[in-house]
């Protein structure tokens, strides 16, 4: 008898009620996004077209073991790129039909971050010119040097990210 993953069915139902134009909280298990997003905050996700993605942009996607949330670096022939920010190594790319949608805000301790506000958007995209710059510097082994280079990274992502 077949048992369905729990995660593939709110995936499942995470992208019906966004492509019923609904958006939806959901909680982050990971921390590869940290500092932006650690384990426990909750992120608010809204509908999105590929179109309407920029670069530095979080986006959901559905994948086969479940949902994933990571920073959107650009599509080539209808491939997303991604990577998430404490990650070392970019995402395999994925195709247009896994993006459910794009996190708009963040919720940590109470405290409501909303990243639709020009003041705020600077910052997200300041924390996402820094990792994208982290990868470009990272050899492709993992040495001490590109040790160095993840660390201080995160660092300056952790200053001007809000608690």
Not at 31 to 57: H, K, N, T, Y
Not at 92 to 99: I, S
Not at 136 to 147: A, F, M, W
């Amino acid at each position: 008898m077949y048992t369905p993953n729990l995660n593939v069915v709110l995936a499942d139902m995470v992208r019906q009620s966004l492509a019923n134009g609904q958006p939806a909280w959901l909680t982050v298990v990971s921390g590869s996004m940290r500092p932006l997003l650690a384990v426990d905050d909750e992120v608010l996700v809204e509908p999105i077209q590929l179109a309407q993605l920029q670069w530095g942009d979080v986006v959901l996607l559905r994948e086969e073991k479940g949902l994933l949330t990571h920073r959107f670096y650009g599509a080539i022939d209808g491939r997303l790129h991604t990577r998430g920010d404490r990650n070392l190594l970019p995402d395999p790319p994925v195709t247009a039909d896994q993006l459910l949608g794009r996190v708009i805000a963040r919720r940590r301790h109470g405290r409501l971050w909303d990243w639709r506000t020009p003041p705020r958007q600077w910052r997200l995209h300041a924390i996402g010119r820094i990792a994208a710059g982290e990868g470009r510097l990272l050899p492709r082994e993992v040495s001490l040097y590109g040790r160095v280079i993840h660390r201080m990274a995160w660092l300056l992502q952790t200053l001007i990210t809000p608690r």
